[in-house]
């Protein structure tokens, strides 16, 4: 079966950098688009950035020019390069793959502090 496995969360401070990996398996993963979500407390789940299978990128105005997705088709992962964070990107990351139905993973926390 489908299996997203998200990594790579954690506490940093304002202005700092992370890198998220969705490493997937149970899929033919390169022809899917794959997306990163989030969800900070008491709000909806919205979407951060999503990648084709021809790697065309899209992002939220929230995250334009500092989040990068990417994927790396040989290991079947997803990544989502996080910098200059701010108290406002504080969320569950969720990986989410596009297959018919759509899959989620598990999450990941990041928070930043204010």
């Known amino acids: 079966q489908v299996q997203l496995v998200e990594s790579g969360g954690g506490l940093v401070q304002p202005g700092g950098s992370l890198r998220l990996s969705c490493a997937a398996s149970?899929?033919?993963?390169?022809?899917?688009?794959m997306g990163w979500y989030r969800q900070a407390p008491g709000k909806q789940r919205e979407l951060v950035a999503t990648?084709?299978?021809?790697?065309?990128?899209t992002y939220a105005d929230s995250v334009k020019g500092r989040f990068t997705m990417s994927r790396d088709n040989a290991k079947n992962t997803v990544y989502l390069q996080m910098n200059s964070l701010k108290p406002e990107d504080t969320a569950v990351y969720y990986c989410?793959?596009?297959?018919?139905?759509?899959?989620w993973g598990q999450g990941t926390q990041v928070t930043v502090p204010s």
């Open positions: 149970g899929i033919i993963f390169s022809i899917y688009t």
């Open positions: 989410h793959c596009q297959k018919q139905g759509g899959y």
């Open positions: 990648i084709t299978s021809g790697r065309i990128t």
